[in-house]
């Protein structure tokens, strides 16, 4: 293949359109991407309709709502017609008014009765994803009339994973056909011959994606049929569309985990406004929380005069606390989205993270009463004739706000689950934050306890 960049300086779209052509659709659309929405709608325009069709049912376009909406209505209008269902109801659903409304009516009325069905589905459910485009014959019919049948539509069906077989009569799902089985099959066999004996895995169309995701994942299929309570197929999810899932419910994950909102658009085409909104609100709520902090120091204001050597070992202390916080919701966050623990389990997830935390937290103080000793013996620095007691109350505090950061940050994850929030909202920073108050007192406490009679 020749590789193709986007022209740099003066931008010629009939130049560029033409050196697409031939190319691979998803080397075009990282090229397409690389262009204003208006540019690349210039260049959509000009390609072969095919082409730009196959562009646009690509979800790693970044701006294809955009491009439709740039482009004159009598040349939207077809292209959203030629794609498939599922890609064009996404591309609706992103349109400003009067675009939307002006386009749903230059559609016919087959493709526009497909668009509006599925975007009466609520978002991330298997109807909103799923593809209305599927291979279906009835059960009467044998395997040749089913080949033949699938020669004659495969062009306007995104793919020909499985054949559904539905009943002559109420057009109910019977079963599913791979396309390997009946390629395999006598040409002459009813091809209800071939259904297999285990039952057709499906779903509902208001299951959310990610349960539709493990179903997927459980089964190893290539696509699950979406049916009706009367059992009618709907539409199908394929194994694409749960990959896209997957991506964007990772990463939408990985943001809130950071300490912001949830992004849809990519980096680069997110607007100065929206950045500072997405962010701007928890790093508020963060910096108000992290005031907490500066209370507590106030509150052993005292005893950090009488010792200023245990102002060293606060960011030592914090760190540790905030990193074994994160670890553990880490763990538990993915555990829960997984389904690998439930939300009763948490009972016995703080009875594994109990003793798991106090020896970490054992280990940690250890190394942190070693680095003590080996920096008063070595002469690096002096910690005062009490340096030993120092060094204890180091061990001490970094047992206890490793401890707590280990339960404190698996349990968050549960909480929040119980009350109807995403467990990924306990991002490392509110995680690192709530531990760094704690672990300020349980420092100063144990000071308090070790050090009284002595520095304090």
């Known amino acids: 293949m020749t590789e193709i960049h986007a022209p740099e300086g003066e931008f010629n779209a009939a130049v560029l359109a033409a050196s697409l052509i031939g190319e691979h659709v998803a080397d075009t659309v990282e090229i397409l991407n690389k262009l204003e929405p208006a540019q690349a709608a210039d260049v959509v325009r000009l390609l072969p309709r095919d082409v730009a069709i196959e562009i646009l049912d690509k979800p790693e376009l970044d701006f294809g709502a955009e491009i439709i909406e740039a482009l004159p209505r009598y040349v939207a209008a077809p292209l959203l017609a030629g794609m498939s269902a599922d890609m064009a109801a996404d591309i609706v659903q992103l349109l400003e008014e009067p675009a939307k409304t002006e386009l749903l009516g230059a559609l016919d009325e087959v493709s526009r009765a497909a668009i509006v069905g599925l975007l009466a589905y609520p978002e991330n459910t298997a109807g909103a994803m799923m593809t209305t485009e599927f291979v279906s014959v009835p059960g009467n019919w044998t395997v040749d009339q089913t080949m033949q049948h699938i020669r004659r539509v495969e062009r306007s069906r995104e793919t020909v994973y499985a054949i559904y077989v539905l009943d002559p009569v109420t057009r109910r799902l019977v079963g599913a056909v791979t396309l390997r089985r009946l390629i395999a099959g006598e040409p002459s066999a009813n091809i209800m011959t071939l259904i297999p004996e285990h039952e057709t895995i499906t779903t509902l169309p208001l299951v959310d994606r990610e349960d539709v995701a493990r179903l997927i994942t459980r089964h190893d299929l290539l696509a699950v049929p979406v049916l009706d309570k009367a059992g009618h197929v709907l539409g199908i999810v394929t194994v694409d569309d749960i990959i896209d899932a997957i991506i964007e419910e990772s990463t939408e994950d990985v943001q809130k985990f950071g300490g912001m909102s949830a992004t849809e658009e990519p980096?680069?085409?997110?607007?100065?406004?929206?950045?500072?909104?997405?962010?701007g609100g928890w790093l508020s709520?963060?910096?108000?929380?992290?005031?907490?902090?500066?209370?507590?120091m106030q509150h052993f204001e005292g005893q950090l005069e009488k010792a200023l050597v245990l102002t060293l070992f606060i960011p030592l202390i914090m760190s540790s606390g905030g990193n074994s916080g994160s670890q553990a919701t880490s763990l538990l966050i993915r555990s829960l989205a997984l389904h690998d623990v439930k939300l009763a389990d948490w009972w016995r997830v703080m009875m594994r993270e109990l003793p798991t935390g106090l020896i970490l937290g054992g280990l940690l103080g250890l190394i942190g009463f070693a680095r003590v000793v080996v920096w008063q013996k070595l002469g690096i620095y002096d910690y005062g004739e009490h340096w030993v007691l120092v060094g204890f109350t180091v061990a001490a505090a970094l047992v206890g706000v490793v401890t707590f950061g280990s339960v404190a940050g698996s349990m968050l994850p549960f909480a929040l689950q119980r009350v109807g929030f995403d467990p990924a909202s306990a991002s490392a920073p509110f995680v690192a934050t709530l531990v760094d108050v704690t672990g300020l007192m349980i420092y100063f406490s144990a000071a308090v306890l070790i050090l009284r009679g002595t520095l304090l």
């Not at 980096?267 to 962010?279: A, C, E, N, P, T």
């Open 285 to 296: 709520v963060l910096f108000v929380s992290e005031m907490l902090t500066a209370s507590v």
């Open 267 to 279: 980096y680069m085409q997110i607007g100065l406004l929206d950045m500072i909104r997405k962010r």
